[in-house]
């Protein structure tokens, strides 16, 4: 599986992103996900969205700014960033895994960082 995400930059606070991530070399429909690293921190889940149904999981933090969504035709995740705050800036990563899926994410039984593959990270610099 690869995957290639895009999308970062560099926005004033309120400022909005819209993030994407392509995957490849699969064919099924597995659980995707984003989550984020900033420096000198612990990476943190973001959100998760299951297979093809769709069911969705937001950290707390971002529920009512960040939406997750999907295109299976594309094999594309999103992440729409709305309300940017200095604290989301972060180097952000996607994920997908065909085992694990956001039923488990949401329950706490695992981790979007747990997911068997990561793509290559885009930054996300909010600042005035």
């Given at each position: 599986v690869?995957?290639?995400?895009?999308?970062?930059?560099?926005?004033?606070?309120?400022?909005?992103?819209?993030?994407?991530?392509?995957?490849?070399?699969?064919?099924?429909?597995?659980?995707?996900?984003?989550?984020?690293?900033?420096?000198?921190?612990?990476?943190?889940?973001?959100?998760?969205?299951?297979?093809?149904?769709?069911?969705?999981?937001?950290?707390?933090?971002?529920?009512d700014?960040?939406?997750?969504?999907?295109?299976?035709?594309?094999?594309?995740?999103?992440?729409?960033?709305?309300?940017?705050?200095?604290?989301?800036?972060?180097?952000?990563?996607?994920?997908?895994?065909?085992?694990?899926?956001?039923f488990?994410?949401?329950?706490?039984?695992?981790?979007?960082?747990?997911?068997?593959?990561?793509?290559?990270?885009?930054?996300?610099?909010?600042?005035?």
């Amino acid at each position: 599986v690869q995957l290639q995400a895009s999308g970062g930059g560099s926005v004033q606070p309120g400022g909005s992103l819209r993030l994407s991530c392509v995957a490849s070399g699969f064919t099924d429909y597995p659980a995707m996900g984003w989550f984020r690293q900033a420096p000198g921190k612990e990476r943190e889940d973001v959100a998760c969205i299951s297979d093809r149904h769709g069911n969705m999981w937001h950290q707390r933090s971002v529920r009512d700014r960040f939406a997750i969504s999907r295109d299976n035709d594309k094999n594309t995740v999103y992440l729409e960033m709305t309300g940017l705050k200095p604290e989301d800036t972060a180097v952000y990563y996607c994920a997908v895994d065909r085992d694990l899926n956001c039923f488990q994410v949401a329950a706490g039984r695992a981790r979007v960082t747990d997911f068997a593959s990561w793509g290559q990270g885009t930054q996300v610099t909010v600042s005035s």
